[in-house]
């Protein structure tokens, strides 16, 4: 379902911090294989060991844009959809407005979010949710005790999760690299609250470079065969490697 708010004018006044806006394949979920823009925004509540985008999220930078002008450059790529991400995006000041004006400029909303913020009615087509499971908590030398803390208090939100679910179209994808991590997965599903059908839980195997992928696809054939949720392959990095603006 589509999910919209009273119309907003985004006007040129809220800045936000961006790392990157790109127009590329999308390479995971349910809509793999479709030209998109990705506003990437800079900034996270988490510290999730294996995050693939640092410069987002354990050191955030960017460049600071109106949503005006984010709105612009997204105006330049001939497609309607646009993926948001981040980093975590719910978290970024001015999301609300960018959405609001995404949406008057009629093009499809899917926001890639940790499920840790709850929605509070911004305009979403498709709600790409991936709860972080035990495997993403970093070290206390990587990220230091507090943020060890912090990390583990706000990865799994199942009320929040609830919110977005019952709400919005979603896919919940999750990050598996053990048999461990999938029973983790399916026991937060059913915390959620809303009957999720199987092909709405996607696995996706962790890594950062193809041959790492391959070697854990062979458990999550097995698992998705077994229960009936989704194979999510994370083709962007067969098509392109672990690289900014793919």
Not at 17 to 28: H, P, R, V
Not at 40 to 60: E, Q, V
Not at 147 to 163: C, G, I, M, N
Request: some cysteine; hydrophobic content about 35%.
């Amino acid at each position: 379902m589509t999910h919209d708010c009273a119309e907003g004018d985004p006007g040129d006044s809220q800045h936000m911090l961006i790392s990157e806006i790109f127009y590329s394949i999308q390479g995971e979920g349910s809509l793999a294989g479709t030209p998109s823009v990705f506003i990437r925004t800079s900034g996270c509540n988490l510290r999730c060991t294996w995050c693939d985008t640092p410069y987002a999220s354990w050191n955030p930078t960017g460049t600071e844009m109106t949503v005006e002008a984010i709105l612009q450059e997204v105006a330049l790529h001939p497609t309607r959809f646009v993926v948001v991400t981040g980093g975590e995006p719910m978290i970024a000041k001015g999301m609300p407005e960018l959405l609001a004006g995404l949406r008057n400029a009629g093009r499809h909303i899917t926001i890639e979010t940790a499920g840790t913020v709850p929605p509070n009615g911004v305009n979403c087509d498709l709600a790409s949710l991936s709860p972080k499971l035990a495997n993403s908590t970093p070290t206390a030398a990587d990220a230091g005790e507090a943020w060890v803390k912090r990390h583990e208090s706000t990865r799994l939100q199942p009320d929040v999760l609830t919110a977005w679910c019952s709400g919005y179209d979603y896919q919940l994808k999750f990050v598996i690299s053990s048999e461990a991590d999938v029973q983790a997965a399916e026991a937060l599903v059913s915390q959620i609250g809303v009957a999720v059908p199987p092909e709405k839980v996607l696995f996706m195997p962790e890594g950062v470079d193809a041959e790492t992928l391959r070697s854990r696809t062979g458990l999550l054939i097995d698992v998705c065969k077994r229960t009936g949720h989704r194979l999510a392959p994370r083709l962007h990095i067969d098509w392109f490697g672990n690289k900014r603006g793919t």
